[in-house]
């Protein structure tokens, strides 16, 4: 049995490899954004494409679609690559306004997750 922490530190976190279902490789996390209201991580921003650090798009990735795989010492995801390289992005130097909910209905309704909201 492979053991699986509670608890990861953001810095360790951050620089993982994410994959798909499929093993594939879909980038890596570059931050967490968390929800000043709950508490919660929201977003994963993934790092995908380019080549060294050059033309990479970033992505927030809702956090509840995001699984640990500790044995491999990654994250999984449940998106096709395809759907990867057609989601709303941004760039590494133009982030977007987290406080525009909009933007979160946006982002969590293309991966199919209900956002979080505070109570």
Not at 26 to 44: F, H, P, R, S
Not at 52 to 66: R, S, V
Not at 73 to 90: H, I, M, R, S, Y
Request: proline letters at 4%; charged letters at 25%; hydrophobic letters at 35%.
């Amino acid at each position: 049995m492979t053991y699986r922490p509670n608890l990861l530190s953001s810095t360790s976190i951050t620089g993982d490899k994410v994959t798909n279902l499929e093993g594939e490789n879909l980038g890596d996390i570059k931050d967490l954004m968390i929800d000043l209201d709950t508490g919660q991580i929201a977003y994963a921003v993934l790092s995908f494409g380019g080549f060294l650090g050059l033309g990479d798009k970033y992505f927030a990735m809702p956090w509840q679609a995001l699984r640990l795989d500790a044995e491999n010492k990654c994250f999984k995801l449940n998106v096709d690559k395809e759907k990867l390289k057609d989601a709303p992005g941004f760039d590494k130097d133009d982030w977007p306004n987290w406080s525009d909910s909009a933007y979160h209905d946006t982002i969590h309704e293309y991966y199919g997750y209900t956002p979080r909201r505070a109570a």
